[in-house]
């Protein structure tokens, strides 16, 4: 491995025309996990199934790997973001990762969403004996709902540290491909799946106008395996029944990710959406870097380190860019969606297993100045057309609530589209005034007449707003 | 002309194909206001210049017209929409009408924008002897401010009745096409120009964060005249300085519009965006029929039977519908702009004077359920691609604060992206249901993974909120 460390002008020799790291990525996309030829790393890690291989150098002082991290008990952590979490691998800034990242909506249709799949069965184990992951969110390990009690719902691959990452660095990560996961039974063949919950925390529970006026819904989607635009289509739904766990507690509604659902409880409706066709935009819902802060952040609310942001945008061909809050920054991915709307209303997407492609970039404090990422204190995103700033209700909502007991309850109970809007428009005005060198009156007539607004989420706690910069009104 | 009354499944005949239509649009592309061939229309109306040509008859029964409006100090209606105001003219459906309108920000650079437009310079004309509109918003007609108080600020033209139009009933507009308005100034031949205004009701005006922190700023933008998806440039900006209208009256801020600005009490400043382009996304801002609640409504706040909701997708190719509330419909359009990010963040575009070219429709009430015009109470819009529902903080704020004494003091306290984004839910969810016969289930899951929310706009005192459904989901 090299030390070379990117600065922000740099651009890496691509290994996109590589016939191996295409071969590599081809392969997860046949299989769910076979043999890709690299070695195991050493470590723990290596027993997780990591595997690392050499990409053939294309320049001087570069000698670039590709890892393959498999999602199972051993590689993921469920519910929360932390600093302290041994990493599963230790990357240079230019290596390559295919990650595969798990939904944990996958219990709610186990036969099509984990049977036969041994990553995900590892990942779902439970059992009157004990479950393979038994800490699920921030909470309390004797919570009475579970471990960890539900505080943060998302199965989370990671986390990779990245060499010589510090704290005021911007991390680049360059998603450079995505698929979707095939369904592991037989039954199933070829096909992929995905959840979609209209759950408690979603922004139509408290607003229903058909009776029975509380509940909570989940629709299984059969989403096309082999394409990344293609389309889904909803196979049926129904209605949450409360469900008994194995370790016998009762869940009313949906409060702790990965129960089981017992499919003997619940009515099975077919006829949903028919003919409807729903454009599939794979994207992980969650991805980002540890926050300094506190020991370990709830993975529901997304925050200045990105996270739970869920931004339909994060998919092929987009970069992120990430403000570096601890060392060695932690990379995370998560809460893959096959599709969402701008808002997720409902309070999720369609919660469909992905793997991705990704590429990793350092820029060091020092060679931020004059470049978009000086000043980034937030997840920028970036597609082939756009810069995309976001804005949350509360900036960092665990600087802003540190000496709360509860910081989640402080920031959920301030979800707002307003101050979500002041803080992407905030944002935005110091992106133009701080990278480009505009004046205030130069940068608010700008985003007037040429930056639009959408409502990223309103059901993550910390409500977004994100502002699309179009990358064409720059001067050529 | 026909009596022709389409149903909701009606697709007229299209006249885009007719050598003389679009000659004429042609003409008035050319020229501010050439004869264009048709012939006065009889009555009040004909004294304002509006003309009418019999369109060739595709069809047996259909006889339509192509009428051609002007906009001066006869055809337009300075900052309210009201169902009392006698018609412009009155149209049957499926007629064409080439409609100027002229944005009230003109006298912010006379010399580009009213000099040498004999249309612009009737209708800003304003000494001391008197104005020739002097009604500017539904104010008192002795407002301290001026006749209308500039509670409500649009240059409106209209209305237009439409034959046979019931409350109860859709009107559909097709805007087939728009070109912008060349400035009638030699100095600035071929060019057209358009105002940003960075203003006391702007997202950012109590939230600037450079000296001084109160202010407003206008920047002047040129815009190229020949094409419609073209590039707008800045030419210069200048603080708002407090200016004397020629009756005395000093407007310390931009307090009413058409206010002369006296050019020697601003600085000029030419450095401004040097290099940026704005993609140009002509559109009008204001466009709708008159509401049945009141005798005067502010062109300001829109409401379910649309006004200033300021959709920059209002352009060519895109189509409204809007529920008929008054006998006739009463359709007025204003507030042109030439681009306008999803926010309009400092409270306006880039207001350019533009020409439409409408067609009109009319949807019966009886026709219309089983269609996607069912139950439709807030301006649809339709797109090649999109269907787009408006929220607003109030859906209806005239009727909801009839008794209210000041029912836009009302509106505007209330402003909320919040209470927007509920509402354009709401109307999501009631379109799918009553329209598509889906279960609240499936509208909900169907709205959650497909359906895109964006900020309309935070600056007309009754906030917007939109939906974009694509119509690419629905069964083919």
Redesign the interface.
Known sequence: MSDHICSAGCTHSSHLNDADLQGEFAEARRSLRASIGGKPTTGAAGKAGVTQRPLPSKKAGENFSHYYVPANDKTVHWGYFSKSIEPLLKVESGDYATIETVTHHSNDDFDRMIKGDPGAESIFHWDAKGKNIDRRGMGPMDHPLGAGGGMGVHVCTGPIFINGAEPGDVLEVRCIDTMQRPSGNPEFHGKTFGI?A?ANW???YN????EPKTRE?V?V?EVDAKGDHTS?K?VY?Y?WTPQTDPFGVVHPIIDYPGVPVDHSTIQKNYD????????VRPHFGLIGVAPAEVEMASSNPPSYTGGNFDNWRMGRGATAFFPVSVKGAMFTVGDPHA????????????ECSLTGLFQFILHKKADLPGTKLYDLDYPLLETESELIVHGFSCPNYLKEFANSADPVAEVCSRA???TA??DA??KT?RFFMNTRN?????A????????????TQ?VDGNWG?HAII?K?????
Chains 1, 2 share one sequence.
Request: hydrophobic share 40%; with cysteine; charged share 15%.
């Open positions: 979609n209209a979603g922004f139509q607003n229903l106008i058909t819904v629709t989607y889904a909803a739904n209605r949903v959406l028919k003919g409807y066709e729903i454009p599709s969402q709307g701008d808002a997720e209303l409902c309070g999720t997407a369609i707002s589209l307003n809007m002041t428009f905030n005005r505009l004046s205030e009156d130069e608010i007539s700008l985003i007037s007449v040429s930056v639009d607004f959408g409502i309103v707003v179009k064409s009104i720059f001067p050529k």
